[in-house]
C-alpha cells in the first residue's frame, strides 16, 4: 500500500491550492488529512469517508479547506483556499485500514500515511 501526496507549493496569503493524495493497492474506508507545522504537533485537518463523501474538518480550516475524492482515481484531493500565514506546514494524507465506521481525528486512528508535501503560505 502506497499514499503519494502531492501539490504543495509556495503561495501567497489568501491564495489556494489543491493536494492530492493518490492510493495504491487498495482503497480505505476512510482518508485523512493531516499537517504539523514547524515546532508543533501533527493536527487534524480534516477526513473523508470513502463511501457517500462524507466529511469532516478541523476548526481551524472548516469553511476553508474542502476534501473530496475521485473513485475511479483512487484519489483524495484536499482543496484549500483563503490561505493564510498559519496554514504553512507539511500536509499528509493517511488511510484508515481498519474496519471501523467513524472517521477518525487522531494520527493513531491512522494505518498509512503518505510522504508529506510542504505547503508555505507567505504572508
Known amino acids: 500500500v502506497q499514499l503519494q501526496a502531492s501539490g504543495g507549493g509556495l503561495v501567497q496569503a489568501g491564495d489556494s491550492l489543491r493536494l492530492s493524495c493518490a492510493t495504491s493497492?487498495?482503497?480505505?474506508?476512510?482518508m485523512g488529512w493531516f499537517r504539523q507545522a514547524p515546532g508543533k504537533e501533527r493536527e487534524f485537518v480534516g477526513a473523508?469517508?470513502?463511501?457517500?463523501?462524507?466529511?469532516y474538518y478541523g476548526d481551524s480550516v472548516k469553511g476553508r479547506f474542502t476534501i473530496s475524492r475521485d473513485n475511479a482515481k483512487n484519489t483524495v484531493y484536499l482543496q484549500m483556499n483563503s490561505l493564510k500565514a498559519e496554514d504553512t506546514a507539511v500536509y499528509y494524507c493517511?488511510?484508515?485500514?481498519?474496519?471501523?465506521?467513524?472517521?477518525?481525528?487522531?494520527?493513531?486512528?491512522?494505518?498509512?500515511w503518505g510522504q508529506g508535501t510542504l505547503v508555505t503560505v507567505s504572508s
Open positions: 493517511a488511510a484508515d485500514g481498519s474496519p471501523r465506521l467513524r472517521v477518525g481525528v487522531r494520527e493513531d486512528e491512522y494505518d498509512y
Open positions: 493497492g487498495r482503497t480505505f474506508r476512510n
Open positions: 473523508i469517508r470513502w463511501s457517500g463523501g462524507s466529511t
